[in-house]
């Protein structure tokens, strides 16, 4: 299935000439919308969110698709079995084409579980709201299919294009691990990972930093990533990170989304366990505020905290033992609380403290205007103890655009080792598709 592609940081083409108006959608894992979930329901996705397009009311044909390459590895007993697991796949491909060309998410109900449906429907709103025109997947390949009594995984790479509104085009192609289950005598899609989006390396920066308010002194860019700004640390087994930070007041005036974070993974692993708030543009101006978790591979998931502009939050995440993880969230302003015990096997590898564009599925949505952040009390505890970001050797991370300039720079750490700010520059940020990391 088509998700979009959050760490892609070349800037995307021109068409030559538009696509057809009939395309596919993505999921927010959110993949934080969401994934995250959570993107693409006030923005339009990850966990609630959007401002669909009208309905294209047409007959029920599916777009082109390259013919698939040649199977390979298949291994089953039953063929009729394995034929009919990738007719599904297949057709939930042109369903979620179809759902998005047509506004109409109800395409995509025949071959999708019921959370798995729901997971789709975030996925699309959350494409929609990344700007996007059009999806059509240009290329599928089996790689291998197994079938085992009353459920199957198959594995594809799949090439998908992306239309966005001002007229560019990317494509991603990444590996799809479905998997499937019998329902009724009739096979549907209960989940599909792409493994290989959830990596994120922080490189060089080489872009002009564009005009910004930053009331701190600048950090100075070492390293730079499409979705991500703040700090990370890692070198060391990490079991605990925290933060407090203002949510900030966002500009009503475009669409798009940012997430507020604390982690432990993810910077150099496939691993991330992560809990934060998130504000989100619609395309009618309508900014919605909200907390959420998120614990890769699996999409963000909003939790029943409220928050809003200007609140105080406190987020904690410690490990108890094992594979047992405890997530603290506080509104300080409110009072209100929210925490949650759950099991998450962590490579222990890092820990971040992050301003993020959130992906949706493998889709990045557009960072929206939300000038300032206030990061205080970063810290977190590595080989058993508790220190600062700072005296863990945190590294700034700038959020840079397809053309590598600036579009959100941390300052350097305050005094305190703990305390630090984040600024949104004038750059402009295009949503992106194609490339090799998570949401959210």
Request: charged letters at 15%.
């Amino acid at each position: 299935m088509f998700e979009g592609d959050p760490t892609a940081t070349t800037p995307m083409t021109p068409l030559a000439s538009p696509l057809p108006p009939v395309r596919k959608s993505s999921g927010i894992p959110a993949g934080r919308l969401v994934a995250l979930g959570l993107l693409a329901f006030a923005l339009g996705a990850f966990s609630g969110r959007i401002d669909l397009s009208s309905l294209v009311s047409t007959a029920r044909t599916y777009v082109d698709r390259a013919a698939p390459a040649v199977q390979t590895n298949t291994s089953a007993s039953d063929p009729a079995a394995v034929a009919a697991v990738k007719d599904v796949v297949q057709r939930a491909n042109e369903a979620q084409v179809q759902a998005f060309a047509r506004n109409d998410p109800t395409l995509m109900r025949a071959t999708a579980t019921a959370s798995y449906y729901q997971e789709l429907v975030q996925t699309n709103q959350g494409i929609q709201a990344s700007g996007a025109q059009s999806i059509a997947l240009t290329q599928l390949e089996w790689v291998d299919v197994t079938v085992s009594g009353t459920t199957a995984n198959a594995v594809t790479n799949e090439t998908w294009r992306t239309m966005y509104a001002d007229g560019s085009v990317s494509d991603s192609t990444d590996r799809n691990e479905y998997t499937l289950v019998l329902q009724a005598g009739a096979w549907k899609i209960s989940a599909d990972v792409q493994p290989n989006t959830q990596i994120i390396t922080p490189g060089a920066g080489t872009g002009t930093a564009p005009s910004v308010t930053q009331p701190g002194t600048p950090a100075t860019v070492t390293s730079s990533s499409s979705n991500w700004s703040g700090y990370a640390a890692n070198g060391g087994n990490f079991t605990a990170v925290t933060a407090t930070w203002t949510v900030p007041t966002v500009s009503a005036t475009s669409s798009g989304a940012d997430a507020t974070w604390v982690g432990i993974g993810g910077l150099t692993s496939n691993d991330l366990l992560q809990a934060g708030t998130q504000a989100m543009v619609d395309g009618s101006g309508t900014v919605e505020y909200s907390a959420w978790i998120e614990m890769l591979p699996q999409s963000s998931r909003n939790v029943p905290l409220t928050v809003t502009a200007g609140d105080s939050v406190t987020v904690t995440i410690t490990q108890q033992s094992g594979t047992d993880w405890l997530i603290s969230m506080k509104n300080n302003t409110t009072k209100g609380t929210y925490s949650v015990t759950v099991q998450y096997d962590s490579s222990n590898s890092s820990a971040e403290w992050v301003q993020e564009a959130p992906s949706i599925g493998r889709g990045l949505v557009s960072l929206d205007q939300f000038g300032v952040v206030q990061f205080s009390g970063a810290s977190a505890v590595r080989d058993g103890k508790s220190m600062s970001a700072a005296a863990l050797g945190a590294k700034a991370i700038t959020m840079i655009n397809g053309r590598g300039q600036a579009i959100a720079q941390p300052s350097t750490i305050a005094a305190d080792g703990s305390s630090f700010t984040i600024a949104r520059t004038d750059a402009t940020s295009t949503p992106s598709n194609g490339g090799g990391r998570r949401r959210p």
